[in-house]
T-cell receptor, first 115, second 116 residues
Framework: AQTVTQSQPEMSVQEAETVTLSCTYD???????LFWYKQPPSRQMILVIR??????QNATENRFSVNFQKAAKSFSLKISDSQLGDAAMYFC????????????FGKGTRLSVIA | KAGVTQTPRYLIKTRGQQVTLSCSPI?????VSWYQQTPGQGLQFLFE???????NKGNFPGRFSGRQFSNSRSEMNVSTLELGDSALYLC???????????????FGNGTRLTVT
């Protein structure tokens, strides 16, 4: 079974600084998708960024980028120029390419942004 | 487009009772998934429905059940509530299940269930 591990339960960053959240996963598949979701206090999970495993290029969405290391099964999220609104729980998630399989989530990292 | 709507937002029930939670997906989305979120276990998959059929089921006891209606709205039911069922229940919809990247999950705000 696939598993997703986020080794940092909590992180903090100064406003305007850069922070990197770690995620590793375990799978025997070669093709799959990876996601980062953000859950603010409103509780709604919001998709931040997504990556296809068969694409070498790291995904980027404005201030959010990933470092995808397929061989190491690592998918870290970098947030640049951190803003107070970035404070939230961040979840890394995995989904197989083939078939209708559910997302498998890590347990999350709580990010605090210090003004 | 309106987002995924879950009702109610909060619910308090007594052990042994049953509860029904509702989820209205984004218009045009035919897949609805349910997740249970707790501090200890994180997000755990309950089930997924597509066109009124259950396509996937997580590892939860039979007390947890769901259904989907012809308008894609979904309900989940938990019978004989236990204290451990206290959690945030999240519903998510997507347009094309199984296509992963091009059809990401869109989540609602969840229903916070407290069992006393």
């Amino acid at each position: 079974a696939q598993t997703v591990t986020q080794s940092q339960p909590e992180m903090s960053v100064q406003e305007a600084e850069t922070v990197t959240l770690s995620c590793t996963y375990d799978t025997s598949e070669s093709d799959y998708y990876l996601f980062w979701y953000k859950q603010p206090p409103s509780r709604q999970m919001i998709l931040v960024i997504r990556q296809e495993a068969y694409k070498q290029q790291n995904a980027t969405e404005n201030r959010f980028s990933v470092n995808f290391q397929k061989a190491a099964k690592s998918f870290s999220l970098k947030i640049s120029d951190s803003q107070l609104g970035d404070a939230a729980m961040y979840f890394c998630a995995y989904r197989r390419l083939a078939g209708n399989t559910p997302l498998v989530f890590g347990k999350g990292t709580r990010l605090s942004v210090i003004a | 487009k309106a987002g995924v709507t879950q009702t109610p937002r909060y619910l308090i029930k007594t052990r042994g009772q049953q509860v029904t939670l509702s989820c209205s997906p984004i218009s045009g989305h035919r897949s609805v998934s349910w997740y249970q979120q707790t501090p200890g276990q994180g997000l755990q998959f309950l089930f997924e429905y597509f066109s009124e059929t259950q396509r996937n089921k997580g590892n939860f006891p039979g007390r947890f059940s769901g259904r989907q209606f012809s308008n894609s709205r979904s309900e989940m039911n938990v019978s004989t509530l236990e204290l451990g069922d206290s959690a945030l229940y999240l519903c998510a919809s997507s347009s094309n299940p199984g296509t992963g990247l091009n059809s990401p999950l869109h989540f609602g705000n969840g229903t916070r269930l407290t069992v006393t």
